[in-house]
């Protein structure tokens, strides 16, 4: 609206064209968009040192196995782990942590796409973390959203599967860029799905030639002892 | 149709949107408060923000706030930055008397 009649959006009323001209002037700012948040990261992140916790984050599409690559995964590391998870809706993947006997919050974010600092704090003060050593933070299913949001943690693991196909690295370039390790899982379906894994590892290259590539499969249990390692080599990422 | 598809789709940029909007309003506090009439912002290609839902969310994000109207300059660049370079602000009180 005009501001002066009320009128529907591009009908102008008169406007102090000349004057605000004259006053108009430039403030340089120079700041990142996400400070606030990314400030708030960087507290929970000392916070949980602190505390003698690192945080670990896993990313992924819906039903890339974040939860399954986790289910797998923590029962080897010897304890001393929780686990917020986020989905927009249900605690199915929380209790599927809990009846491990491993604590879990979950965070149901409605229709937002992320978590932020900010949800994982929150979701925090119902966790108990007296013995934990690992806080594993399972993102919302996407592989876009959550890219540029800190959410606190000091290690994150990006999950591939091999169902996503061979060119996922260069399709989401932001999720490879802000990763410390990609978990390609699924790989007992390669055969089934005429994965091609030297495509994969071409198209991972291209995006970050450096980046540790570890396949897994939850389900046959191959590769889960280099990935134990990995997590416990801490400092290593 | 399309206006809910598009808000859908821009959930992200629009708390991003936010984040921008309180970041300016902040800065614009410091230095004696006024009205926003545009803000320059540095995108990341690697950033995961599309610049095209930003643009549809500011609108909506910036209404009742001091930069409603103003204008959005987006620069894409390379890498994983999102910043805001910098705004032009005008003066308040000037402007309310004009009125």
Redesign the interface.
């Known amino acids: 609206m005009c501001g002066t009649c009320g009128c529907a959006e591009g009908g102008r009323g008169p406007g102090p064209v000349r004057s605000a001209e004259e006053l108009r002037r430039r403030i340089p700012v120079e700041r990142e968009i996400l400070a606030a948040n990314a400030g708030r990261a960087e507290a929970l992140r000392e916070r949980l040192a602190r505390e003698g916790v690192e945080g670990i984050g896993l990313l992924g599409a819906p039903g890339s196995g974040k939860t399954a690559l986790l289910e797998a995964v923590l029962p080897r590391l010897g304890g001393g782990d929780a686990v917020v998870e986020g989905d927009c809706a249900t605690e199915r993947d929380a209790h599927r942590i809990r009846v491990l006997g491993i604590p879990a919050a979950q965070v149901e974010t409605g229709s937002l796409c992320h978590l932020d600092a900010e949800l994982v704090e929150r979701a925090l003060a119902g966790l108990d973390l007296g013995g934990c050593r690992r806080l594993w933070v399972e993102n919302v299913g996407n592989l876009v959203c959550p890219a540029p949001f800190d959410c606190g943690e000091r290690r994150r693991i990006l999950v591939l599967s091999t169902a996503e196909g061979e060119e996922k690295p260069e399709k989401y370039p932001a999720a490879v860029a802000a990763c410390d390790l990609v978990v390609l899982s699924k790989v007992d379906l390669e055969e089934v799905l005429g994965f091609d894994r030297e495509r994969f590892e071409a198209s991972l290259r291209r995006v970050r030639p450096d980046v540790p590539l570890l396949p897994v499969s939850a389900r046959s249990g191959a590769g889960l002892s280099e990935l134990r390692r990995w997590v416990l080599a801490g400092g290593a990422g | 149709m399309r206006t809910w598809r598009a808000r859908?789709r821009a959930?992200?940029e629009a708390?991003?949107c936010l984040?921008?909007l309180?970041?300016?309003e902040e800065?614009?506090a410091r230095?004696g408060g006024g009205r926003i009439?545009r803000l320059r912002?540095e995108v990341g290609?690697?950033?995961?923000?599309s610049p095209i839902a930003l643009r549809g969310a500011f609108p909506i994000c910036a209404a009742g706030t001091a930069a409603e109207g103003a204008e959005l300059e987006i620069v894409e660049m390379p890498g994983?930055?999102?910043?805001?370079?910098?705004?032009?602000?005008?003066?308040d009180v000037?402007?309310l008397r004009?009125?």
């Open positions: 859908i959930v992200h708390r991003l984040a921008l309180g970041l300016a800065h614009l230095e009439t912002v290609s690697l950033s995961g923000v994983r930055e999102l910043r805001l370079r910098d705004m032009e602000v005008t003066d000037r402007n004009m009125r």
